[in-house]
């Protein structure tokens, strides 16, 4: 059977319009605007506010992207949302996104790998496409990461922030060998042995409660430095490509330290890192397709520009996309 590409035929995203400056953390913890700057990069964060859902935010990226695809809700036949912060324990976000939008064929359900949930939703759909399983795959990382911290833990509430981003696959049965255009290749790792340095104390089946997020972050932090320079090179040498040969890395924004880190590591000139930490913190699945669209929409990636997504997340789980756009 031959194997479909995946094109990516739009994107979009939506940040929630509340924004909460390092200063007004300060106030709430003993921290500092100059700590959460010299140690993460981060300046600001967005939150949503009180009653908006995640999936209220991934049907706002979700619709974006549509009309940058110039698609309609019932062109789809799968949507993959990468979410650790769901609505509901269930039903999935996937299935509550299918029906506002008026999405009613094929299947939608949820991926959860933390930080590194976009990859994984993107190879979920980009396998789907390439055996013939979907046509028209909407794949949106969404996160309400406000809703699982502790607000008193000053290691843990500075890092993170709230945000969609969202990308519309379409089967193209007209590209092929390595100029083709679309998802040219994925790698998907875990490690669950490494589980309590990034994990939640609380779920339906243990606790009963939602929990709160905790890390021990600088272990965390020389994991991710390792992991993520090999899913890049990886993806690269399986795609038939070299580091040299990409024009934009499109990282999970977890922190300026291991963008720059990585970038250092594999000889990355940084003004190719795409770098939205700054302004968004750590919105885990919905990062990157957030640092992706925003870098579209200033004009930085544009289309038939290679590009290299990545990310690191809790269980430990990460990988690496690549995609000619
Ligand atoms: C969390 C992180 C910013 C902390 O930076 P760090 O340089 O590693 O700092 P450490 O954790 O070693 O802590 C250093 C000190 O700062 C303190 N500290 C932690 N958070 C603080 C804050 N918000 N404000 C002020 N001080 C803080 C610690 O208590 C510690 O104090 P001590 O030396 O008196 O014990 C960094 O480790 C990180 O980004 N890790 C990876 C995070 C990540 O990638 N997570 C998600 C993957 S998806």
Redesign the pocket.
């Known amino acids: 059977m031959t194997e479909l590409s995946s094109r990516i035929a739009g994107i979009g995203s939506h940040l929630p319009e509340r924004i909460l400056t390092n200063d007004e953390i300060s106030a709430m ?4 605007d100059s ?2 700057r010299e ?2 990069g981060i300046r600001q964060r967005h939150i949503a506010g009180e009653g908006v859902t995640t999936c209220d935010l991934a049907e706002r990226a979700a619709r974006r992207a549509l009309d940058d695809a110039g698609l309609a809700a019932e062109d789809l036949d799968l949507i993959v949302v990468a979410t650790t912060t769901p609505d509901f324990t269930f039903p999935s976000v996937g299935t509550m996104l299918q029906a506002r939008l008026g999405a009613t064929k094929g299947a939608a359900f949820d991926v959860q790998a ?2 590194t949930g976009f990859v994984y939703a993107l190879a979920m759909a980009d396998n789907m496409i390439a055996r013939g399983q979907a046509r028209t795959a909407l794949v949106v990382g969404a996160e309400t990461m406000s809703r699982i911290l502790d607000w008193t833990d ?3 509430c ?2 993170f922030g709230d945000g969609a981003g969202a990308m519309v696959l379409q089967a193209d049965e007209t590209a092929s060998g390595p100029e083709r255009s679309g998802i040219l290749g994925t790698y998907l790792r875990s490690d669950g042995r490494f589980k309590d340095l ?1 994990h939640v104390d609380g779920g339906p089946s243990s606790t009963g409660t939602v929990g709160h997020l905790r ?1 021990v ?2 272990q ?2 020389r994991h ?1 430095i390792t992991n993520i320079a090999e899913s890049m090179t990886t993806i690269a040498g399986r795609s038939g490509v070299t580091i040299e040969e990409v024009d934009w890395f499109v990282p ?1 924004q ?2 300026q ?2 963008l720059e880190g990585v970038a250092r590591k594999l000889s990355i000139p940084t003004e190719k890192v795409i770098s939205t930490v700054a302004d968004h913190g ?1 919105t ?1 699945a919905a990062s990157v397709p957030l640092a992706f669209d925003r870098a579209v929409q200033d004009g930085r990636i544009k289309r038939g520009d290679l590009v290299l997504m990545e ?4 269980g430990f789980t990460w990988g690496a996309a690549l995609a000619r756009f």
């Open positions: 913890v003993d921290t500092s700590w959460i140690r993460t933390v930080c000053r290691s843990t500075v890092l990034l890390m972050g600088n965390v932090f991710a999970h977890a922190n330290r291991i750590n885990s990310a690191l997340g809790g």
